[in-house]
């Protein structure tokens, strides 16, 4: 396992960080705008924004992948807890400990936020990153998610 520095996007990550977020994009089969993309770098950046992004960088200071992760409230709990909204890794790099890295910054955020817990959801098809996220959860909760399309 490489030597990895995660830290949160800064206004010089956009060239890389826009490379990632259009591999991650790709991965899902959906077509990335520069309206959206500029969109959610904008979020990235802004600190009054609740969505934070993460970037990962290995030898020669390369970016090699991201994590958008926010704070969720859990009513049943009355706290809040962390919820990654995406999460990629450069294909060249994958099985490296980039994902490693990313995810032990999660974990350390969430200990930072007082969040209990941190979730994420998948597709069914995405087989190696579920493989990866099994090693840290055990395996899927029991949870089903819907979604209804409102226009």
Same mark, same amino acid.
């Given at each position: 396992?490489?030597?990895?520095?995660? &830290?949160?996007?800064?206004?010089?990550?956009?060239?890389?960080?826009?490379?990632?977020?259009?591999?991650?994009?790709?991965?899902?089969?959906?077509?990335?705008?520069?309206?959206?993309?500029?969109?959610?770098?904008?979020?990235?950046?802004?600190?009054?924004?609740?969505?934070?992004?993460?970037?990962? $960088?290995?030898?020669?200071?390369?970016?090699?992948?991201?994590?958008?992760?926010?704070?969720?409230?859990? &009513?049943?709990?009355?706290?809040?807890?962390?919820?990654?909204?995406?999460?990629?890794?450069?294909?060249?790099? $994958?099985?490296?400990?980039?994902?490693?890295?990313?995810?032990? $910054?999660?974990?350390?955020?969430?200990?930072?936020?007082?969040?209990? &817990?941190?979730?994420?959801?998948?597709?069914?098809?995405?087989?190696?990153?579920?493989?990866?996220?099994?090693?840290?959860?055990?395996?899927?909760?029991?949870?089903?998610?819907?979604?209804?399309?409102? &226009?």
């Amino acid at each position: 396992m490489g030597d990895y520095r995660v &830290s949160f996007v800064s206004a010089d990550d956009q060239p890389e960080w826009r490379s990632l977020f259009e591999g991650y994009a790709e991965f899902y089969k959906t077509s990335l705008t520069d309206e959206v993309a500029d969109q959610v770098w904008d979020w990235l950046v802004d600190p009054g924004h609740v969505l934070a992004g993460l970037i990962v $960088r290995g030898e020669q200071n390369k970016a090699l992948g991201i994590a958008h992760v926010r704070a969720c409230p859990r &009513s049943l709990s009355g706290c809040d807890i962390g919820f990654v909204d995406d999460m990629f890794v450069d294909p060249d790099a $994958r099985g490296s400990g980039a994902a490693d890295a990313l995810v032990a $910054r999660l974990q350390e955020l969430a200990e930072e936020r007082g969040w209990p &817990s941190i979730r994420w959801v998948t597709q069914h098809f995405n087989e190696r990153g579920r493989a990866f996220y099994d090693r840290y959860t055990g395996g899927p909760t029991d949870f089903i998610m819907y979604q209804l399309k409102c &226009s």
